[in-house]
């Protein structure tokens, strides 16, 4: 049985699929009886041909009918054999060329529930990111609602405990990888990936639809921990002031592309 599935979810990109193939393809170091790639294409038409032109020749492919992308990530689950899984979807890539091989290393010998690791951040104008230091600890005490928390693409999951916290809540339909990171949360600390994972190209759901995005991350957290009194209070007014600080960022990023 493989260590870890590495699930890849597409849309109608063929150009961010390729990216992302040829990062795993470029993966050095791997045992292939230790990684299974999953692939779920949503696209019309399908496009299993990229695949075959894409240098992996151990993969597994599915055409799902598109009902969002949760709905898909769910799929792959289904189709998921390694004790471990992470989403490594169209756009995404690989920090480097032995990430793989360090993850594999890492999981055998920490046997985590779950861990995380830094993501590289691209805006979609291509300039990089630098994503702040914090502290898990810290964020939890205040429920990840002041905007910092791991990304998907950097996390690392066992499979028989994200089954367990019932799979990607699709009532969440931009946010619920965070949803499922929350009840995770719950279960236990994660352990630290001490190198980065991913580069992550910002324009997706939850960074084009932010105003929902942060409706939904609102109402997670209220399910998730319940919180009541100080803390309630604590996390509706993280809650305002990140909406009021995501909407000013808006603003000032469309006032200067107006010059």
Not at 76 to 99: I, M, R
Request: with cysteine; net charge negative; glycine share 8%.
């Amino acid at each position: 049985m493989p260590i870890l599935s590495v699930i890849t979810v597409v849309k109608d990109d063929p150009s961010g699929l390729r990216h992302t193939l040829n990062s795993m393809a470029e993966q050095q170091r791997i045992d292939p009886s230790h990684i299974q790639f999953v692939v779920i294409d949503g696209s019309s038409p399908a496009m299993e041909e990229v695949l075959t032109d894409s240098g992996i020749s151990d993969f597994s492919y599915y055409w799902q009918k598109p009902e969002g992308i949760f709905s898909a990530m769910n799929f792959g689950l289904s189709q998921a054999k390694g004790d471990y899984v992470l989403f490594l979807n169209a756009g995404d890539t690989f920090f480097n060329t032995d990430v793989l091989s360090r993850l594999v290393e890492f999981l055998q010998s920490s046997s985590p529930n779950w861990a995380y690791g830094r993501v590289h951040f691209t805006s979609s104008s291509g300039k990089d990111l630098v994503e702040p230091s914090w502290s898990y600890a810290a964020e939890r005490s205040q429920l990840f609602a002041r905007g910092l928390f791991p990304s998907h693409q950097g996390t690392v999951m066992q499979l028989n405990l994200i089954k367990s916290l019932g799979g990607f809540d699709e009532t969440y339909p931009t946010t619920s990888d965070y949803h499922l990171m929350l009840k995770a949360s719950k279960e236990s600390a994660p352990e630290i990936i001490p190198f980065p994972i991913a580069h992550f190209q910002q324009g997706g759901a939850s960074t084009q639809d932010w105003r929902a995005a942060v409706s939904e991350f609102h109402r997670a957290r209220v399910s998730v921990f319940q919180p009541r009194g100080v803390q309630q209070l604590q996390e509706w007014t993280n809650t305002a002031v990140g909406f009021v600080t995501t909407c000013l960022a808006k603003v000032k990023g469309g006032l200067q592309g107006d010059r």
